[in-house]
């Protein structure tokens, strides 16, 4: 009875004191939350999720790349049946192909120019020796026209504008990423929680890939195919119609 009396007396009863620990709690957890909803507002996590969104470009980049490098098989054998004359040119393109599919850069590595330029390196050479294998199929009609070949061609060039867009979208992440560790509020974070991050390299193409194969109209069709027409003109034909 006494007890009871006391307890109605100061006002605290036993149900009042599970809610007055609720909210006790729930008071200190504000300044936490406000803490957290500040950092948030100042960029804390900018760093992070742009370099995973530069890191997910790259893994773009790289499988359309390899993407490329699982076509070229099937029309280098495509080629070899028809254009079995053009062995250096084939040769070049197999080896091409090994040598870019050897080299792999891991997100880790992306902050080292040289280790980037090496893969932009061996895929230029890669992108060359292409060329130049689709050049040398204009003196094969018989090749043009093949259903397979034709097929094989058209995945190449939408892989090849696929891979243009890849790698325009990792460069524009990298500068973005880039131009956080360097402005502010993000070089404030660079320097303390985030040191140890490092700029990343953008991905520059081969100047060999840049430029167009030398091509030798010169060379005769080989023995056994059908040469193109020669384009006639259209003043010649004018010409030999007035002689006439």
């Not at 890191?55 to 280098?76: E, G, H, S, T």
């Not at 254009?83 to 080292?112: F, G, Y």
């Not at 402005?183 to 890939?209: C, I, N, R």
Request: charged share 20%; net charge positive; glycine share 4%.
């Amino acid at each position: 009875m006494l007890r009871s009396a006391r307890a109605r007396s100061t006002g605290v009863t036993n149900r009042g004191l599970p809610l007055n620990r609720s909210i006790s709690t729930a008071l200190r957890l504000i300044p936490v939350a406000a803490l957290a909803v500040g950092l948030s507002g100042c960029g804390v996590n900018t760093i992070p999720t742009k370099e995973e969104m530069a890191k997910a470009k790259w893994a773009d980049v790289q499988n359309y790349y390899q993407r490329r490098a699982d076509l070229i098989p099937n029309l280098v054998a495509t080629v070899q049946g028809y254009a079995k004359q053009e062995r250096a040119v084939l040769d070049e393109v197999t080896q091409a192909r090994a040598s870019a599919t050897q080299i792999k850069v891991d997100p880790s590595q992306l902050s080292d120019p040289a280790q980037v330029q090496k893969f932009a390196n061996a895929q230029g050479a890669l992108t060359q020796a292409l060329g130049k294998l689709l050049v040398a199929n204009e003196r094969y009609p018989e090749l043009k026209s093949n259903a397979n070949f034709l097929a094989l061609q058209s995945q190449l060039e939408g892989t090849e504008n696929r891979i243009a867009v890849a790698r325009n979208d990792y460069n524009e992440a990298v500068r973005d990423y880039n131009t956080t560790l360097h402005t502010f509020p993000g070089v404030f974070w660079a320097s303390t929680l985030y040191h140890s991050e490092k700029a990343m390299t953008p991905f520059a193409a081969a100047d060999t890939a840049q430029a167009a194969p030398k091509v030798n109209f010169d060379i005769a069709a080989p023995a056994g195919s059908t040469p193109a027409p020669a384009a006639t003109s259209p003043s010649t034909t004018t010409s030999n119609s007035t002689t006439k």
